[in-house]
């Protein structure tokens, strides 16, 4: 499958207390805890372009599977990361955070970040 598609949460778990143990201010917290964010995200080959928009606030990394790339975190600090694909699961390491995004049906899209002691897991429908 594809992830190439625009995608809109739906529903989100731990979100307050995730952002809190990895650092977001309150006020970064407050700001997007009640928004419905879009991902949208074009795949090219091994190439993908993600663009997270909660608000305000628009998140976009570039990387190719496989390849170390510079990626910016939900609290805006950007790290080098290598994305690597497994099936229809991506996943990176960053800062002692993984994420992971998986196409559980063509329409729904899930990621999980998960650190130790904690995660948050964001549900989205294809638009």
């Known amino acids: 499958?594809?992830?190439s598609g625009k995608y809109q949460?739906?529903?989100h778990?731990?979100?307050e207390s995730f952002m809190e143990a990895i650092?977001?201010?309150?006020?970064l917290?407050?700001?997007s805890k009640d928004f419905k964010s879009i991902s949208e995200i074009e795949e090219t080959g091994d190439h993908f372009k993600v663009t997270v928009t909660t608000g305000t606030k628009i998140l976009t990394n570039s990387f190719t599977i496989g390849q170390?790339?510079?990626l910016e975190t939900?609290?805006?600090e950007k790290v080098?990361?290598?994305?690597m694909r497994e099936g229809n699961k991506l996943t990176a390491f960053m800062n002692g955070t993984e994420y992971v995004t998986e196409l559980t049906d063509a329409d729904t899209l899930v990621n999980t970040l998960s650190m130790p002691g904690i995660s948050y897991k964001r549900t989205s429908k294809r638009m």
């Open 1 to 3: 499958m594809s992830f």
């Open 23 to 27: 650092g977001a201010s309150d006020e």
């Open 13 to 15: 778990e731990n979100f």
């Open 74 to 76: 939900l609290t805006g």
């Open 29 to 31: 917290i407050q700001e």
């Open 9 to 11: 949460m739906e529903t």
């Open 80 to 83: 080098n990361s290598v994305v």
């Open 68 to 70: 170390e790339t510079e």
